[in-house]
């Protein structure tokens, strides 16, 4: 089985201590019993009544 993905570059080293923490948060949170579709949901979700500017 082969698994073929594309690699983001997501900055440099000087950003790793956001990811740990980050990282930190997440297991935490499934380590408590949060169901994992809530924990990853990292998408915006539009708010009624709100408007995005760019």
Same mark, same amino acid.
Request: hydrophobic share 45%.
């Given at each position: 089985m082969e %698994? !073929?993905? *594309? #690699?983001?570059s997501v900055g440099g080293l000087r950003h790793a201590h956001h990811l740990e923490a980050m990282a930190a948060i997440v297991i935490? %949170? %499934? +380590? $408590? $019993?949060? @169901?994992?579709? #809530? !924990? +990853? *949901? %990292?998408? @915006?979700?539009? !708010?009624? $009544?709100v408007t995005a500017t760019t």
């Open positions: %698994l !073929v993905a *594309d #690699t983001w935490s %949170l %499934l +380590f $408590g $019993g949060r @169901d994992p579709s #809530t !924990v +990853f *949901d %990292l998408v @915006d979700h539009p !708010v009624a $009544g």
